[in-house]
Structure formats: structure tokens, C-alpha cells
């Protein structure tokens, strides 16, 4: 059974930092690279940020480059994205995913596994 499980979503101030975080478990966690992506209410999903399955190689949307970082710890079989300086355009629910190609790749399509998203709020 395979389950990723989001969190450190909440409210925020515009120019404010979240750390979300991703738990996988059912999965060789070390094989799969994994994604960020957002999804406003009733519209398909965005990429935002994809990180190599060693974490060697990262790759972000450009409207967050430079204010969020990917990141992964292995051993604990979790993917993190800090969001600094965030604006209210960022606003959304955030989800991890998990894919098995070594490709990087940035279509909601390509990936295997989801998580059910946690909510990020960011007020002006």
C-alpha cells in the first residue's frame, strides 16, 4: 500500500516561510524522483518543483525560483519544500507526487503516486 501524506501547510503573511513536508511510505523511496505541484480549487494541478531520487539535481517552475527549495532526506523517506518569501499568489494546495522515471519531467501525467495535499494560505 502505497501512501504519501503532505503537511506544515497553514496561514501565513506575504514575505513569511512554511516548510511543507512529505511522508512516503510503501514505496523504495530512493528510487523514485519526487514532485511539488499546486492546484487552485477546480483547476488541474501546477508544477512547482522536482527533485532526483539521490536529491542531486533539483528543477522549479520559474515564478518560485529562487524562494523555494526542494529537498529530500532518504533515510527518513520524506521530500520537503521550504517556501520563503511567499506571496499571496502562492496561495493553493500543495501535493507531493512520486515518479519512477529519471527523466525530469513536470506533467502531473507523469507521476505515479499523489498525496491528498495540504492547504497553504498566504495573506497580504
Known amino acids: 500500500q502505497v501512501q504519501l501524506v503532505e503537511s506544515g501547510g497553514g496561514l501565513v503573511q506575504a514575505g513569511g516561510s512554511l516548510r511543507l513536508s512529505c511522508a512516503a511510505s510503501?514505496?523504495?523511496?530512493?528510487?523514485?524522483?519526487m514532485g511539488w505541484f499546486r492546484r487552485a480549487p477546480g483547476k488541474e494541478r501546477e508544477f512547482v518543483a522536482r527533485i532526483s531520487s539521490s536529491g542531486a539535481s533539483t528543477y522549479y517552475t520559474d515564478s518560485v525560483k529562487g524562494r523555494f527549495t526542494i529537498s529530500r532526506d532518504n533515510a527518513k523517506n520524506t521530500v520537503y519544500l521550504q517556501m520563503n518569501s511567499l506571496k499571496p499568489e502562492d496561495t493553493t494546495v500543495y501535493y507531493c507526487?512520486?515518479?519512477?522515471?529519471?527523466?525530469?519531467?513536470?506533467?502531473?501525467?507523469?507521476?505515479?503516486?499523489w498525496g491528498q495535499g495540504t492547504q497553504v494560505t498566504v495573506s497580504s
Open positions: 507526487a512520486a515518479d519512477r522515471n529519471a527523466w525530469r519531467r513536470t506533467r502531473p501525467s507523469d507521476y505515479e503516486y
Open positions: 510503501g514505496i523504495t523511496f530512493s528510487t523514485y524522483a
